[in-house]
């Protein structure tokens, strides 16, 4: 028996790899990839007040994620009831500042709040939707599915790990 | 019955004030866009308070499947949050827009 077995769960710490990071990373990669086309939309919609605010929307939304991921990841290496609390104190945290990164600007002369509102929740569900296609969540893979196993079905996936390396 | 004495209350109050209509629908507006990003607040807590317990009862089980639940869990958190970034977004338009 490990002497882990005597420790609580919540004294127990993490000191793999973190898969949030690693799904946060293409997350942001994702979004810069999607972000000009998203900024054109608004800008033909808003005008340029418009692509603006779905920059400024965009860049928060990305922040946001890093802002999550990397507390999860830093909190899960000390325990996770740290990793527990850090991650509930932490939304309100979120919560805040993205409030305050909105309200520092609504009435500066290049933001839309309507863009800006939209931008937010599009980009925000948008992103989480599109990245949960590539996310493999099995034993052998924690985080992102492998390269080339993205092509196959979620169920050859598993029979593929199954097997014996 | 009711409802007709309380809004000549309102009225009232509002002629007292030397409010006129305009102002008093703005701060009705106000104080419902308040309400409503706190409301839409409480249950993604509720909802992040759950799925946090959930992964730290499942890592506890089986420890080896730590890095999945985290990865679920995160995925869970971030579609929660989108709740109260929603609700956020709501109480800006209707206080600022």
Redesign the interface.
Known sequence: MSS?ATIS??A?R?T?????AE??RDLVRRGLLVAPALIAASWLLWGSAGAWSSTYGIAIVLCN?ML??GI?AVA?RVS?AF??AA??FG??L??AL??VA?MVV?DAEWVD??A???T??VT??GL?FW??RY?????AF??LRPKSLRSTTSDEVTQAESMPA | MEALATIARIAAEAGDAGLDAAALKANSAAASAGQAYGLA?IG??IG??II??KA?ES??RQ??????V???M??G???T??L???G??VF??LK??
Do not use: K, N
């Open positions: 882990d769960v919540l127990r993490d793999g790899p973190s898969p949030e799904v946060t994620f999550a991921a999860v899960a996770y990793m527990m991650s509930l939304y309100l979120r919560l993205v409030a909105v609504r709040l309507l800006l509102g939209i937010l929740i925000h569900l989480l990245e949960m996310v493999s969540a099995t034993l924690p985080g | 607040a993604p807590g992040i308070g946090f317990g730290i890592m506890a420890p080896e499947a730590a890095g999945m985290r990865t679920t995160f995925l958190v971030a579609f949050e989108a109260a970034l929603i956020f977004v800006i338009l600022y827009a």
